[in-house]
Structures are given as C-alpha cells and as structure tokens.
C-alpha cells in the first residue's frame, strides 16, 4: 500500500512539474520584462506588484503568453483605464493613470510580440527603440497618450504585419518615414498632435488597407497627395491643423466610401471641389480657397456637417441644395460675401454672397 501512496505521489509531482513547464516563460523573456520594468515608475496602482516569480506567463498583470510557445505575445498597459477595469490596483478613486520613465530596448527580446499597448500614462518620455522594426510579428503598436519625442523608426516598414500604429499625442518630431509606405496590412494610422513635420509621402495609396488615416495637428507641409484615392475603404480622412498648400486633390470626391475629411486650419488653395461627395462630414475652414461654391449638390447628398468658413469664396449659394436628401449644418461664413452661417434642411437657399 506504502509502495502505491510513493508511485502515485511521484506521478502527481511529475504531472504538476510538467504543467508548470509548459506554462512557464523562457527565462531570456522573464528578464527582458525586469529589464522594461525597470526602466519605468508607476507610483499609484502598484501594477507591476503582480511581476513576482519566474513565471512571467502567469498572472502578471498585463502580460500575455502564446499558450502553445511559452513565449510573451502582448503587452498591455493602458494609463486611464486600469482603475475601471482592475480595481485591486486602484489607489483612490480620483487617480488616473500616470506613470515616468521610458520603454527600455529589452522589449525588442521578446521576439515573438504582436501586440504592443502602453498607452495613456502622460510620463513616459524617451524615443521609440529603433530595434522595434525587428518584431517581425507586430501587429499592433499603440504609443498614445505619452511623452515620447525623436523620431518614428526609420525602419518602420519592416512591420508588414503591423495592422495598427498609434502614436498620437506625444511628442515626436522630424518626417513620417518613407518606409511607412510598406505597411501593406496597416488598418489605421494615428499620428495626432506631436510635431511631425515635411511632406505627406506621394506614394501614401500604396497602403490600400488603410481605413482612417489621422494626421492632425502637426507641421506637415506640402501637397495633399492624389494618391490616397488609390484606397479604395479609407473612410476617415483628418490632417486638419497642418501647413499643407496647395489645391484639394478632385479624386478625394470620387472616394465611393470616404466618410469624413476634415482638413481645416491649413493653406490649402485653388477652387472648391468635392460637393459632389458621397461624404457626410466635409470641413474645408480656415484655408484659402477661392471661386464660388460649386452647383453640385442631388439627391444622394447626405451631408451631416458642411463648413466651408473663413475661405476666400464668392458667388451664389447653390440652388441645388434643396435636392439633397439631407443637410444638417452648413458654415458658409467669413467669405468674399454675405452669407448666412446656418443652414436650415430642406428649405432652399436664396441668399447671395456679394464681391
């Protein structure tokens, strides 16, 4: 009896070894992970209190495994969310996320990656690890909400997995790359508010999965490249706050599922265009555009919000608005003419816009 109480307690031990084997993660990775963390200070909700042991595949906050390699697949660590969502590590009710330091190089040995979020926490300063470009399995790179400055990795387009790359409201500076353009699988990109300068690269179309491209408040500079009606499901256009010039490219009106362009607050010029857009949201204000207001609109125009203010237009309200299917708000204001600033839907428009 003694004898099969030993058997069955050795078989016990060896099954739960196994387990623990095949759950835990390659030591090179646990050490990658001391390393970022301590690059970094989170003083409020001690989320890196749950990074005990050498099993960085089990219960650490934040981090996911492939559960067949053993190997760290994504990291998430998002700053305004983790009171909501994880309150044990909430330190009062008011905190929001806010964490320091910078996004040590170590992550780059965590090679199987494919999912990057460390987002939202307002202190994390630094560059982007140009090793990035080598986690050939990145599908996603949310930086957002940070204090991150230099530039984006040159090498950037080596990520032809990357389906996702947010990097809005830091601080980084310099071009968009040229390599960008090899992000064949890229979905969205989220480049608001930091301090991007140049051109938009001519070759942008090249990206034909791209769905929303968000550029806003930057110093990009330049000319609106024609080729981003090459994609064909991009729906959410904004580069609005730039210093782009130059005319507003005719093929963005023939965009059969753009939804929403909104590129005010630039130096854009030449005549109005796109009226007769399957667009419902069109901000074209604050730029430098000149000659009337094209005579465009039918019955498939469906337009939520129409501002056209503070431009150099001229001549009559067009008559076929009382076509369009609907038309909410209209700003004609602060042009070569009086105009009146508001909109009602379906009513015809009379008023003219004098020289």
Same mark, same amino acid.
């Given at each position: ?16 070894? !196994? ?34 042991? *050498? ?8 981090? $996911? ?17 983790? %009171? ?15 964490? *320091? ?10 090679? !199987? #990656? ?8 307002? %202190? ?14 990145? !599908?996603? +790179? ?6 991150? $400055? ?9 990520? *032809?997995? &990357?389906?996702? #790359? ?5 601080? +980084? ?6 390599? #960008?353009?090899? #992000? ?31 550029? $806003? ?11 981003? $009606?090459?994609?064909? %499901? &991009? ?27 909104? &590129? ?5 010029? %030449?005549?109005?265009?796109? &009226? ?40 009559? +309200? ?8 609907? +038309? ?13 600033? !508001? ?13």
């Amino acid at each position: 009896m003694c004898g099969a109480r030993a058997i069955l307690a050795m078989s016990l031990l060896l099954v739960t070894l !196994q387990v623990l084997n095949v759950s835990s993660c390659p030591p090179s990775e646990w050490a990658a992970l001391m390393s970022f963390k301590a690059a970094l200070n989170e003083p409020y909700f001690g989320i890196f209190h749950s990074w005990r042991g *050498t099993n960085c595949c089990y219960n650490w906050y934040g981090i $996911s495994c492939d559960p067949t390699s053993r190997r760290v697949a994504e990291i998430t660590l998002r700053g305004l969310t983790v %009171g909501d969502n994880h309150r044990r590590y909430k330190h009062t009710e008011t905190t929001s996320g806010y964490m *320091t330091g910078h996004i040590s190089p170590s992550i780059c040995n965590l090679t !199987q #990656l494919s999912s990057i979020t460390i987002s939202d926490w307002k %202190g994390i300063s630094g560059n982007i690890p140009e090793c990035i470009t080598t986690l050939n399995f990145l !599908q996603i +790179i949310d930086l957002s909400g940070n204090m991150i $400055s230099e530039k984006i990795p040159y090498d950037i387009g080596h990520l *032809t997995q &990357l389906m996702m #790359l947010n990097l809005a409201d830091n601080h +980084i500076s310099n071009r968009i790359p040229a390599t #960008l353009v090899n #992000l064949v699988n890229l979905k969205q990109l989220d480049l608001r508010n930091n301090a991007i300068e140049g051109p938009i690269p001519g070759n942008i179309g090249r990206l034909r999965k791209l769905n929303r491209v968000l550029l $806003s408040h930057n110093r990009i500079n330049g000319r609106i490249p024609r080729s981003f $009606s090459n994609i064909y %499901g &991009l729906a959410d256009i904004d580069m609005s706050l730039n210093q782009l010039s130059g005319p507003i490219p005719f093929s963005l009106g023939q965009m059969s599922v753009l939804d929403s362009l909104n &590129l005010k607050y630039n130096n854009l010029s %030449g005549r109005m265009t796109l &009226l007769a857009s399957r667009m419902s949201h069109l901000d074209l204000s604050r730029n430098a555009l000149r000659g009337p207001i094209p005579d465009v609109f039918s019955e498939i125009s469906y337009f939520i919000n129409i501002d056209l203010s503070h431009n150099k237009l001229n001549g009559l +309200i067009p008559k076929s608005m009382a076509l369009a299917t609907y +038309i909410g708000h209209v700003d004609f204001s602060h042009n070569h003419g009086i105009v009146p600033t !508001q909109w009602t839907p379906f009513r015809p428009a009379t008023s003219t816009m004098h020289s």
